[in-house]
């Protein structure tokens, strides 16, 4: 078993990479050549590529893909995407175009409120400890103006601290709950930044009040923390038309195909099988917009997988409703993203991706990530009420597998025709390529 090494992060990229290969890959020469055919020829891209994370010894790339015709409040977008998965582009594009026929997407900013919170234990009288906040509310934001001058500027900055009781659900605990206003940054370093200053701020006050016996003072700040929960940063997509209008779709009829799409949907919200499933394919658009635009995908992921239980039980995040001959598909969900700030103002393909989409603020770019997830969504059951999710998912799954089986060009060209009317699967692939020409 390899010993344990001390100072691996102070090591040179070599040392790193000869350290890996002695230790766990029993010194393969392959695993160096791989790691250097994926590094940027470009030593400045490079550089800036090792910056963004600790022991980079190597990039690992995704595919750069783009969605283009995506109708969203009357303006036409072409969308940038990172993903691996390709069936989630060509379902993403169908699925746009498939609506701009019909007056495309709207979407809505319902708020843009972030939260964080100060964790601590109190064993006193809330009474006392709740005047005392009300009455130097102002003060504990005040003491925050020099970190959110520049916010304050731009329209941001705190809106409100509250005292919440915990106390019935964990002995003696109680938070100080923070409302923010971010504008255009995500705001995580700056949440988290004024709440330290806030929690210092605050035990002063508690130390130096009048109305608070001294036993009542000894309070215990836990932690200080922005939340990635964030339900009053709401956004709202939606599409609709007459049922007619959908047309035929893999043989079913309109009003076939609106009676089983929305049976679909009407599962989702009662089956937690259902629901996670529905709600990941939602995700697949909206996690390959987060990634492509540089915005923090796994605080967005916990975020929306807790609003989706926020009644008591897990269930689709988006609805379908078929009223007076209008069919109607709609996603609402919370999202903290942000366009300016972090590694938005750093990485190039990034700043490519918001130029791409006309340098939106916070509050569009949400719009635009919402319509995105509805589109994958509206995809993703049209796909399994008609003719099923494998025959476009293996369609496009197809040259992957022969690739990993070895096909030559002339074979990739022929698989084509070879399997429009087949099956796809390891098998099938095979025989294919056993054929003699």
Same mark, same amino acid.
């Given at each position: 078993m390899p010993e344990k090494i001390i100072g691996f992060s102070k090591l040179s990229r070599e040392e790193k990479i000869d350290w890996i290969s002695s230790n766990f890959l029993n010194g393969t020469i392959e695993f160096k050549s791989i790691l250097n055919?994926?590094?940027?020829?470009?030593?400045?891209?490079?550089?800036?590529?090792?910056?963004?994370?600790?022991?980079?010894?190597?990039?690992?790339?995704?595919?750069?893909?783009?969605?283009?015709?995506?109708?969203?409040?009357?303006?036409?977008y072409c969308i940038p995407l990172v993903t691996e998965e390709s069936s989630v582009v060509a379902a993403l594009s169908n699925s746009s175009k498939f609506w701009y026929e019909r007056g495309g997407f709207t979407s809505n900013l319902i708020n843009n409120i972030k939260n964080g919170q100060i964790h601590f234990l109190f064993k006193g009288r809330k009474e006392s400890l709740q005047k005392l906040i009300i009455e130097n509310e102002l003060g504990l934001i005040k003491s925050t103006d020099e970190i959110t001058k520049r916010m304050r500027a731009r329209g941001g900055g705190i809106n409100k601290i509250i005292l919440v009781d915990k106390s019935s659900e964990l002995n003696d605990y109680f938070q100080l709950s923070v409302d923010f206003i971010t504008g255009d940054s995500m705001g995580a370093n700056f949440i988290n930044s004024c709440l330290e200053k806030i929690s210092k701020a605050f035990r002063e006050l508690v130390l130096r009040s009048n109305n608070l016996q001294e036993s009542?003072? @000894?309070?215990? &700040?836990?932690?200080?923390?922005? %939340? =990635?929960?964030?339900?009053? +940063? *709401?956004? !709202?997509? #939606?599409?609709?038309?007459?049922?007619?209008?959908?047309?035929?779709?893999?043989?079913?009829?309109?009003?076939?195909?609106?009676?089983?799409?929305?049976?679909?949907?009407?599962?989702?919200?009662?089956?937690?099988?259902?629901?996670?499933?529905?709600?990941?394919?939602?995700?697949?658009?909206?996690?390959?917009?987060?990634?492509?635009?540089?915005?923090?995908?796994?605080?967005? @992921?916990?975020? &929306?997988?807790?609003?989706?239980? %926020? =009644?008591?039980?897990?269930? +689709? *995040?988006? !609805?379908? #409703?078929?009223?007076?001959?209008?069919?109607?598909?709609?996603?609402?969900?919370?999202?903290?993203?942000?366009?300016?700030?972090?590694?938005?103002?750093?990485?190039?393909?990034?700043?490519l991706s918001l130029q791409m989409l006309g340098n939106p603020n916070s509050s569009d770019l949400m719009k635009i990530i919402c319509s995105v997830g509805l589109a994958q969504?509206?995809?993703?059951?049209?796909?399994?009420?008609?003719?099923?999710?494998?025959?476009?998912?293996?369609?496009?799954?197809?040259?992957?597998?022969?690739?990993?089986?070895?096909?030559?060009?002339?074979?990739?060209?022929?698989?084509?025709?070879?399997?429009?009317?087949?099956?796809?699967?390891?098998?099938?692939?095979?025989?294919?390529?056993?054929?003699?020409?």
């Amino acid at each position: 078993m390899p010993e344990k090494i001390i100072g691996f992060s102070k090591l040179s990229r070599e040392e790193k990479i000869d350290w890996i290969s002695s230790n766990f890959l029993n010194g393969t020469i392959e695993f160096k050549s791989i790691l250097n055919k994926y590094l940027n020829d470009d030593n400045e891209i490079q550089s800036l590529h090792n910056s963004f994370s600790e022991n980079s010894i190597s990039n690992f790339y995704l595919p750069y893909s783009v969605s283009p015709n995506f109708l969203i409040n009357n303006k036409n977008y072409c969308i940038p995407l990172v993903t691996e998965e390709s069936s989630v582009v060509a379902a993403l594009s169908n699925s746009s175009k498939f609506w701009y026929e019909r007056g495309g997407f709207t979407s809505n900013l319902i708020n843009n409120i972030k939260n964080g919170q100060i964790h601590f234990l109190f064993k006193g009288r809330k009474e006392s400890l709740q005047k005392l906040i009300i009455e130097n509310e102002l003060g504990l934001i005040k003491s925050t103006d020099e970190i959110t001058k520049r916010m304050r500027a731009r329209g941001g900055g705190i809106n409100k601290i509250i005292l919440v009781d915990k106390s019935s659900e964990l002995n003696d605990y109680f938070q100080l709950s923070v409302d923010f206003i971010t504008g255009d940054s995500m705001g995580a370093n700056f949440i988290n930044s004024c709440l330290e200053k806030i929690s210092k701020a605050f035990r002063e006050l508690v130390l130096r009040s009048n109305n608070l016996q001294e036993s009542e003072k @000894e309070i215990e &700040i836990i932690m200080s923390i922005l %939340s =990635n929960y964030t339900p009053d +940063s *709401l956004v !709202e997509a #939606s599409v609709e038309c007459n049922i007619d209008e959908l047309g035929t779709i893999d043989g079913l009829s309109s009003r076939e195909f609106s009676s089983k799409f929305k049976k679909a949907f009407d599962i989702a919200q009662i089956d937690i099988n259902r629901a996670v499933t529905h709600n990941k394919g939602i995700m697949n658009g909206v996690d390959a917009v987060l990634i492509s635009t540089g915005n923090d995908f796994r605080a967005v @992921e916990a975020g &929306i997988h807790a609003y989706a239980s %926020s =009644n008591g039980y897990y269930k +689709s *995040l988006s !609805e379908c #409703s078929i009223i007076d001959n209008k069919f109607k598909i709609s996603l609402k969900i919370p999202l903290s993203v942000g366009t300016v700030g972090g590694i938005t103002d750093l990485h190039p393909m990034v700043k490519l991706s918001l130029q791409m989409l006309g340098n939106p603020n916070s509050s569009d770019l949400m719009k635009i990530i919402c319509s995105v997830g509805l589109a994958q969504n509206f995809a993703a059951i049209k796909s399994l009420v008609s003719s099923g999710i494998q025959k476009g998912h293996m369609k496009m799954h197809l040259i992957n597998l022969l690739i990993k089986n070895n096909a030559s060009k002339s074979q990739i060209e022929k698989s084509k025709d070879y399997f429009k009317d087949k099956e796809i699967n390891n098998q099938s692939v095979t025989k294919f390529l056993n054929l003699k020409d």
